[in-house]
C-alpha cells in the first residue's frame, strides 16, 4: 500500500508517519528530513536547498522528485511507502504519478489533515526530536517520560528545526495554501481522499488512519 500524508506544516504528518511505520512496517518517506540529512552532511543537495528551507519557501520540484524516486529504489517492492511532505506541487503530482508507475506502484489513499492553522504555531514552535533515533516531541502535548530521556532509544540530546520560527513558519503556511492544497482535486476525482481531523488527539487522528488503510 502506498499513501500519502498530506496537511500543512505542525498538521502532524511527521507524527502520523512514525506510527503507521510501527504498526504497519511501512516506510515513512519524508522530503523534508532528506532534505535536513542532505544538508546535515553537506552534499550539492543540501547546499542548494539550505537558504530556502530556512526561508519557508519551496525546493525545487526536480530535488525533491530525484530524492523520491532514489528511496523508493531502495526499499524492497513490497514494502508500503507513506509519502509524507511529497508532492507539494501540481508538478509533483504529475512526478509522482509516473515514479510509481514505472516502478509497478499505485496510489492507494490520499489522507488530507484537517486543521486549524491557528492552532498550528503553537504546535509547531513548541516541537522538538531526540537527536539520536528523531522521535518527536512537544514541550506541551508530548514529553519523554522520563524528563531528557528518549522514549525510543534512551538518548539524552534533543534538536530543534531552524525553521520551526513563528515568521518562517507564516512563510510556510502560505506556500501550503498557495502550492500544495490546490493538488488536492487531482485525487480527490480519482476518490481516494479521506478528511481526517488533524485537532483530534494524536491517538484519535492515529485511530481515523488506521480506519481507512484497514477499510
Ligand atoms: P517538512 O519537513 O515537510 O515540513 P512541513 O511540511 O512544514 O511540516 P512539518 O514537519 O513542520 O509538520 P508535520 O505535519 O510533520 O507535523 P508534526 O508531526 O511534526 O518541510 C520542511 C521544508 O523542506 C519545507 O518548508 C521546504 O523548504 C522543504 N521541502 C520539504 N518537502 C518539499 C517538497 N516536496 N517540495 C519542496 N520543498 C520541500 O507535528 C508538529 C508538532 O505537533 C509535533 O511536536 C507533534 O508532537 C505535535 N502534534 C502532532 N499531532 C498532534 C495532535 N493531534 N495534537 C497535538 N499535538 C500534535
Ligand atoms: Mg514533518
Redesign the pocket.
Known amino acids: 500500500m502506498n499513501i500519502i500524508l498530506l ?1 500543512p ?8 508517519a512514525q506510527r503507521l511505520v510501527e504498526k504497519y512496517g511501512m516506510r515513512q518517506l ?4 532528506m ?1 535536513r540529512a542532505a544538508v546535515k552532511a553537506g552534499t550539492p543537495v543540501g547546499l542548494k536547498a539550505k537558504a ?2 530556512e526561508a ?4 525545487s520540484d526536480e530535488i ?1 522528485s530525484a530524492l523520491i524516486g532514489d528511496e523508493l529504489d531502495a526499499m524492497g517492492p513490497a514494502v508500503g511507502a507513506i509519502f ?6 501540481a508538478p ?1 503530482a504529475v512526478s509522482l504519478d509516473e515514479i510509481l508507475t514505472s516502478r509497478n506502484r499505485s496510489l492507494d489513499h490520499v489522507i488530507e489533515l484537517d486543521v486549524n492553522e491557528d492552532a498550528l504555531v503553537e ?2 514552535t ?2 522538538y526530536t531526540c537527536a539520536t533515533c528523531g522521535k ?3 514541550d506541551t ?2 514529553q519523554p517520560k522520563v524528563a531528557g530521556t528518549c522514549d525510543k532509544c534512551g538518548g539524552h540530546e534533543f534538536k530543534r528545526r531552524p ?1 520551526d520560527n513563528e515568521q518562517t513558519v507564516r512563510t ?1 503556511m502560505a506556500e501550503y495554501r498557495a502550492k500544495t492544497a490546490p493538488i488536492l482535486p487531482i485525487y480527490d476525482a480519482r476518490g481516494i481522499v479521506t478528511r481526517v481531523d ?5 491517538d484519535d ?1 492515529t485511530a481515523a488512519i488506521e480506519a481507512v488503510l484497514e477499510s
Open positions: 496537511g506544516p505542525g498538521a502532524g504528518k511527521g507524527t502520523q519524508s522530503t523534508g528530513d532534505l530556502v528551507m519557508g519557501e519551496l525546493v525533491v509524507d511532505g511529497y508532492p507539494r506541487t509533483q504546535r509547531i513548541g516541537r518527536g516531541y512537544h502535548f508530548e525553521d510556510r488533524g485537532m483530534a488527539d494524536m487522528v
